[in-house]
């Protein structure tokens, strides 16, 4: 019931879980609100000589506030990481600052113990450049990789600090703390849940059909294993058991609907599948369009209306029951009418996409003014993040060719490769002893983020 929709579950939260979320957010707060006069206080009486992640500590007889907050301490170490600025600060094996654990945790070879108090400036040259040759022989090759794309700035005066690694913002969130407690080692179906939950019908129906999906709707047989029917059987079919493929496919009201929508060839399959593949079959594969409705749209809405009728007998008498044939057309009408009312955007403005606006424009190349120089750039990376690259070109005012450049980075996320190229491309052009330079990228966010 705690796994998300897109896992298999009902999305509901576990009350023990979002607590330690919520302690995590003050113990987060305690680390980022230094001047605040709630956390001088608390680090006065419990931590006073401590800092950073060293603050959650058990303390002898402190009090119940004191020990819930390090409760989430696990939590914390876990989605902090360091966002490095100066360098200084950051211990390059003992802190989380690339990877979700310290590097110390991650070594291949021993580290000596002279280099186990080494921060990252000690691993930096002058230049900015990382000495690869002092951690090589040490941590694997994806690590070394991640390292490798990190910019590091030999000028800046900024202390290194913490940020929310499980935040593509970095910023501290209940929401992403809550989901890294998690079941991670799951069966992500994700598609297959996805398609149920956002399916064009009443709540009510997509509730129904995660039920079926869990054969958990109330059938005889469910119910006489709970002791709470008098037969497992069903009430149309005597000895036939009443599970979920008899009451949405097998019984007679069923056989009659569906085996004039399937088409004729694939009935056989139709009819044979188990649970699971009756119903994967109908929502991943699906048959054409009926009534002008997916197959999706129409299965569920009908599975839904033959359980309601079936209720409807079972617990109203047979009176209230309708024939097959006007059972049929009731669930074809139905659909129709639902189908037609979901997609009205007068009626439901919320869920109608506000259309874009695209303009196409040939591009090409233009040459700067007299005088100038034009650097066209351009990062991309295998995956975000991923194995990234970056190459770009210079030319004068009559586009001839000056310089052009590649160069490998390392793992990177497509933003922070679109900014290696410009550092790489403006680099290039400052030692070749250019000052006038236009600098051209397909980059939106990369030029926002220096515009601003």
């Not at 796994?3 to 919520?22: F, T, W, Y």
């Not at 989430?72 to 490095?84: Q, R, V, Y």
């Not at 997509?206 to 037969?231: D, E, P, Q």
């Not at 079919?237 to 085996?259: K, Q, S």
Request: aromatic residues 10%; glycine residues 6%.
């Amino acid at each position: 019931m705690i796994l998300p929709k897109i896992q298999g579950g009902a999305g509901l939260r576990s009350v023990r879980k979002a607590n330690l979320a919520m302690l995590a957010k003050s113990g987060w707060r305690l680390l980022k609100e230094k001047d605040v006069l709630w956390t001088q206080m608390v680090k006065d009486k419990y931590v006073r000589n401590k800092e950073n992640l060293d603050l959650f500590r058990h303390v002898q007889g402190s009090s119940f506030t004191w020990k819930s907050l390090t409760k989430a301490s696990s939590l914390l170490k876990e989605g902090c990481a360091w966002n490095i600025k100066n360098e200084n600060t950051t211990k390059f094996w003992h802190d989380s600052w690339i990877a979700q654990e310290p590097l110390k945790n991650l070594a291949v070879e021993e580290i000596p113990s002279s280099r186990m108090e080494e921060v990252v400036a000690d691993l930096v040259t002058e230049e900015g450049e990382w000495r690869t040759d002092m951690f090589e022989d040490i941590l694997p090759q994806e690590i070394q990789q991640k390292i490798t794309g990190v910019a590091v700035d030999k000028l800046s005066i900024e202390e290194d600090t913490l940020f929310w690694s499980l935040s593509s913002t970095g910023r501290f969130t209940t929401k992403t703390a809550y989901q890294s407690l998690l079941p991670q080692e799951v069966d992500r179906d994700e598609k297959y849940w996805k398609i149920i939950w956002s399916l064009p019908v009443p709540e009510r129906i997509r509730c129904f059909m995660f039920l079926v999906c869990l054969g958990r709707i109330a059938t005889n047989v469910l119910r006489f294993s709970w002791k709470s029917a008098a037969s497992p059987y069903c009430v149309r079919c005597n000895g036939r058991a009443e599970t979920v493929l008899h009451i949405l496919r097998d019984c007679p009201p069923a056989v009659y609907f569906w085996t004039r929508q399937v088409p004729i060839a694939n009935q056989q399959r139709f009819f044979s599948a188990d649970t699971s593949g009756w119903l994967r079959m109908n929502f991943m594969e699906g048959e054409c369009e009926k009534l002008g409705v997916s197959w999706e749209t129409l299965f569920s809405i009908a599975t839904w209306l033959l359980w309601k009728n079936r209720n409807d007998m079972r617990f109203k008498g047979l009176s209230s029951t309708l024939t097959p044939p006007s059972l049929a057309h009731s669930i074809l009408a139905k659909t129709k009418l639902w189908s037609e009312a979901w997609s009205a955007p007068s009626l439901l403005p919320s869920r109608r996409a506000t259309p874009v606006n695209r303009v196409m424009a040939d591009i090409a190349w233009s040459s700067p003014v007299e005088g100038w120089v034009k650097l066209n750039i351009d990062g991309a990376s295998n995956g975000n993040p991923g194995m990234a690259g970056v190459g770009g070109v210079l030319r004068d005012s009559m586009g001839h060719w000056i310089v052009g450049f590649m160069a490998k980075i390392g793992e990177a996320t497509a933003a922070l490769a679109e900014l290696w190229a410009f550092y790489h491309g403006l680099d290039i052009a400052w030692k070749s002893g250019y000052r006038q330079i236009v600098v051209e990228s397909d980059s939106q966010l990369a030029i926002q983020l220096l515009n601003n």
